[in-house]
C-alpha cells in the first residue's frame, strides 16, 4: 500500500464510522425523545449489529496496515492528516483488544440499560436496576483493562474521558476544591437565603417552549442547524458540525430548571458547531474531551448565564413570557434566586458553589466500583451515607439518589469528573477572556458574540486536534484550579454578604 | 456449505439487513419530522454509505451461494424459510444487476431531492426540482431495465410495487372506474353541495393534536408500540411489529385534513403492527405490497372512517374536543361534511369518489415519464392539462399541481397506482367482511375490534408470506373492481340523492 492508497483508505473510513456512529446516534436520539415506550428490543438488535459492523471496520487488520503507513510517513502529511493517523491509531489499539463479540454484547446491553433504568427510576427499584448494573461495571472493568492494562482501571477509564488524568490529581483537585468550598457553604448556611418561590410559581410548558427558543436565540443557535427535543435527562447530540441537537426537560413548576438546562446543553451545542467544518465527517470533529465539553457548557450556563449583567440583559424578556409569574420580580432577585446556594439531593438541579460536592459523591462512589471495593448491591446504602457526609442531606429514595443520573445506564463510568474539571477550566477561560474582550459590556447588552468569538478562536474551532491540556494551556497558561475556587469564593461572598 | 450452515446465514443476512434498514429509516424519520432544516448534507453522506453496506450486504456472491443452497433443498425448510429464500433471491438477481457505486449515488440522490422538493414546494418553484427529477427518472428507467429488462420500464417498476400488476390491465382498469364514476360526477355536479364551512372553522393544533390521541385509542393503536410525529406530507414508518410510527400535518382551518390523515395512516400502522411478531427481523415482516398497504388505511379511513355509522360513533367525542367549533352541528352534517364530493386540486384532501381520477393523472404522467415519450419540462404544463381533462379543474401553480406530492421526490415511479388498487381491494374486503362479522354493529358502538379481528386474520398476518394476488383471492376470491364501483355508486346516490 502507497502512501496515495493509504490517504484514500483513512478519508473512506473516517466517512464510514462516521455513518456507522450517525445511525446510532439517531436510534438513540429517536430513543429517548420520541420512540414508543415499549420498542427498545427491536432498536437493540439494530444497534448490536451496527456496534458490529463498526467495531469490525475499525478493527480490520488492513486499517492497522494503513496506519502504520500512514504513521512511517507522516512526512509526506498535513497536520490533520498527522492528528487523524494519531487520534485513529489509539482508537484502532485499543478497539483491537476488544473482542467484536464483546462489543456487540456490549452496545446492546447499553441500550437495555437505557430503557431498564428509566423504569427503576420511575418506580423507585433500584434492585430492578442493580443486575444490569452488575454487568455495565464488570464491562467496564475488563474494558478498562482492553485500553491500558498498565494503569489501575478507574485511571484506564478517566483516560477515556480526559486523556492524562489520575485518581492521583483528581484526588488533589477535590482536595483543594473541599478545603476551599465547604468553609464557605457552611458560611451561608448561617445566612439568610433568598426567596426563589417565585421560580416555583406555575409555568406552563408551552410557554417554557417558546421562552427556549429565546434563549437559544440570544445564544446566536441558528435553528435551521440546532433543534431541541425533549427527554428525561437532557443532553445534545452532534451529527456534525452542521446538525446538532440539544434537549430539555420542562418542569411547570421550575422555570429555572429547563432555562439553564437550555443554556447548558446551547453551550454543548455552540462548541460543536463552531468547530472547522473542514473537519467533518473525520474524526477531528466534535469536542477535545469531555472535561472540555463540560467547561463549555458550564461557561454559558454558570459564568455568563448566572451572572448579574446576564440576567439583568434578559430580564425584561422573560418578564414578557411569563407576565404574570415575575411581573412582581425584580432582575436582581432573579439572579439571587438563580444563584441560592444550598446542598440539596439532585445533580443536575444544583447551584454553581454544591455541584462539585455532588460530583465528588459520584468520583468516590466509581473509583470504588471499578476499582471493586463496592458492590453493586451496596450503592443505594453508600450513596446515602456520602451524600449526608458531603452534603448534609438525607436521601429519602433512590429515585433522588444513585437512579438520578442516565451515565452509568449509558456505560459511562469516570466522565463525572469531568463536570468539575470543566468547571475549573472555564474560571480560567474566563479570566483571560477578560483581558483580551469587554465581557461585562457585551453580555449587560445581551449580546454573547464577542465571548463565543473568543471561544471560538481559543477553543471550539480546533475540534480534537488538539489534546485537552495542550488546549487548555494553549488558551489559558497553566491549569490552576485555585482561580476557579477564587472565582466561586468571591461570588458568593457578594451574594451572601460573607 | 451445508444446510444448516445456510440456515444460520439466511438469519444473520436478514438480521444485518433489518440493521441498515432500520439505520435508514430512523434517519429518514427524523429528516422530515425533527432535524433542523439544514443538515441534509450530513444524513446524506451517512445514508449513501449505509445504502452502499446494505448493497453490498446483500449483493455478496456469499449470499448467492447460500440461497442456491436453500433453494435446492427446499425440502427440510419451513415454509416461511421457503418464502425467505423466495423473496430474497428476487431482491438478490435484481439487486445484482445494479452496480453498487450507482445504488450509493442513488441513495445520496434521493436524500438531496426530498430536500429540494420541499424547497421547490414551498416557493412553487419548479425549476428548482426539475434537475434532481430529472436525474430520478434516469435513474428509474436505468433501474428498470436492471429489474426485468424483458419489461417495458414502467412495467418493471410496477411489479415493484405490486407484483404481476401491468400497464395493460391498469388501462384497463382505470377505463372501468372512469367509465362506471365519471357519469355520478357529474351527476353530483347539478345537486346541490352539502355545507362544509365548520370543517373550516378554526381548529387549535394542540386541540387536534388532542384529537389525534383519541382516534389512535379508537383504532387501537397502543401508544407503547405507535408514535405520532408531525411531517409536511403523512406517512407511516414501521421499523417492526412491535415499533411504528405514524405522522400528519395540521391545518389549523380544516379539522377533516389532519383527522382523515391520522385514520389513514393508522391504517397503514394496524397492518403492520398486526403482523406476525415472528417475523421480526426478516424480509418477512412488513406488508405484502404497496396496493394490499394502501387498501388497509384506506380501508379505515372510507369504508369505516367515512361511514354515518363510524362518524355517528365518534362525533359526540369529537364536539368534546370542539365544543365551540362543532356544538351548532349534527353528526349527519358532519358526514354528509365529510363525504362531499367536488372535483378538486390536491390529491390527498380529495374525496373518495374523485380520488381515483388524482391517481389517474399521475398514472398517465408516469406511464410516459418513464417510457420516455414526456419530458420532465414538460411535466408542469401536461400536469394541468390532464386535470383540466379528468377533473375539470384548473392547477393555479405547480405546488398545487406537479409539486403537491412527495413520491417522485423519494424516487417513487410506480407507486401511485397501489392507491388506486387498494381501494377497488378494500371494497371487496368489506364485502366480504360483512359476511362473517356485524361489521356496522361494531362500528356504530365505535368498537373497530371485530373488523381489526377480520383484517388481521385474513390479511395482516400474513405480513409478506403470500403474494398480494393470493392474498387478495384467498380473502375475497377473484379481483373485481365493479364491486368498488357498485359501493361507490351506492354512497353516493344515496347522499346526492341521484
Redesign the interface.
Known amino acids: 500500500m502507497d502512501v496515495q492508497q493509504a490517504l484514500n483508505e483513512l478519508d473512506g473510513l473516517q466517512?464510514?464510522l462516521?455513518?456507522y456512529t450517525?445511525?446510532?446516534a439517531?436510534?438513540y436520539?429517536?430513543g429517548v425523545?420520541?420512540?414508543?415506550?415499549?420498542?427498545a428490543?427491536?432498536?437493540g438488535?439494530?444497534l448490536?449489529?451496527?456496534a458490529g459492523?463498526q467495531h469490525k471496520t475499525l478493527s480490520d487488520p488492513k486499517v492497522g496496515e494503513m496506519l502504520e503507513v500512514l504513521s512511517a510517513n507522516t512526512d509526506q502529511l498535513t497536520p490533520e492528516q498527522r492528528r487523524q493517523v494519531e487520534l485513529l491509531s489509539r482508537e484502532y489499539r485499543q478497539l483491537t483488544r476488544i473482542p467484536a463479540q464483546e462489543y456487540m454484547e456490549y452496545a446492546m446491553l447499553v441500550n437495555e440499560a437505557s430503557d431498564v433504568w428509566h423504569r427503576a427510576k420511575e418506580t423507585n427499584d433500584f434492585p430492578l436496576f442493580a443486575p444490569v448494573l452488575e454487568k455495565l461495571v464488570a464491562y467496564n472493568r475488563r474494558f478498562a483493562g482492553y485500553y491500558d492494562p498498565d494503569k489501575a482501571p478507574y485511571d484506564a477509564l478517566l483516560n477515556e474521558y480526559e486523556r492524562g488524568i489520575t485518581m492521583a490529581e483528581l484526588d488533589k483537585f477535590f482536595a483543594t476544591v473541599r478545603d476551599k468550598l465547604v468553609p464557605i457553604i457552611h458560611a451561608i448556611g448561617e445566612k439568610e437565603q433568598p426567596d426563589v418561590s417565585f421560580l416555583h410559581r406555575r409555568y406552563p410548558v408551552?410557554d417554557q417552549r417558546k421562552f427556549s427558543d429565546y434563549l437559544m436565540e440570544v445564544m446566536g443557535l441558528d435553528?435551521?442547524?440546532?433543534?431541541i427535543?425533549e427527554t428525561e435527562h437532557p443532553f445534545t447530540l452532534g451529527?456534525?458540525s452542521?446538525?446538532?441537537?440539544i434537549t430539555t426537560h420542562y418542569l411547570e413548576d421550575d422555570v429555572a430548571s429547563s432555562m439553564y438546562s437550555v443554556i447548558h446543553e446551547g453551550g454543548h451545542a455552540r462548541y460543536e458547531l463552531d468547530v472547522n467544518p473542514e473537519y467533518?465527517?473525520t474524526c477531528l470533529t466534535g469536542g477535545a474531551s469531555m472535561g472540555i465539553h463540560e467547561s463549555q457548557s458550564r461557561f454559558y450556563e454558570n459564568l455568563i448565564g448566572r451572572s448579574l449583567p446576564f440576567v439583568q440583559a434578559i430580564f425584561p424578556k422573560m418578564q414578557e413570557f411569563f407576565p404574570q409569574q415575575l411581573g412582581d420580580v425584580t432582575a436582581e432577585q432573579m439572579y439571587r434566586a438563580v444563584n441560592k446556594a444550598q446542598p440539596s439531593l439532585i445533580r443536575t438541579e444544583a447551584d454553581e458553589l454544591t455541584y462539585c460536592l455532588h460530583v465528588m459523591v459520584r468520583y468516590e462512589m466509581e473509583k470504588r466500583l471499578i476499582g471493586g471495593t463496592l458492590e453493586v448491591k451496596d450503592v443505594p446504602a453508600e450513596w446515602n451515607r456520602l451524600y449526608k457526609e458531603y452534603l448534609g442531606v438525607d436521601v429519602p429514595d433512590d429515585t433522588h439518589g444513585c437512579l438520578q443520573d442516565s451515565h452509568w445506564s449509558g456505560g459511562s463510568f469516570g466522565y463525572f469528573p469531568s463536570y468539575a474539571l470543566g468547571s475549573a477550566y472555564g474560571a480560567q477561560m474566563l479570566r483571560n477572556m477578560e483581558k483580551d474582550v469587554d465581557v461585562w459590556g457585551s453580555v449587560a447588552r445581551g449580546d454573547l458574540e464577542p465571548v463565543t468569538h473568543w471561544l471560538t478562536e481559543k477553543i471550539h474551532r480546533y475540534g480534537r486536534m488538539l489534546d485537552p491540556k495542550e488546549l487548555v494551556e494553549q488558551a489559558c497558561g497553566d491549569f490552576d484550579p485555585t482561580v476557579y475556587t477564587d472565582y466561586l469564593t468571591e461570588k458568593y461572598s457578594k451574594l451572601y454578604n460573607l
Do not use: W
Not at 435553528?223 to 433543534?227: Q, T
Not at 452542521?242 to 441537537?245: A, G, W
Open positions: 466517512k464510514k462516521y455513518a450517525t445511525a446510532q439517531s436510534l436520539l429517536d425523545t420520541v420512540a414508543p415506550r415499549d420498542t428490543a427491536g432498536r438488535v439494530a448490536g449489529i451496527l459492523e408551552e435553528r435551521a442547524h440546532c433543534a427535543g451529527f456534525n452542521q446538525d446538532l441537537r467533518d465527517y
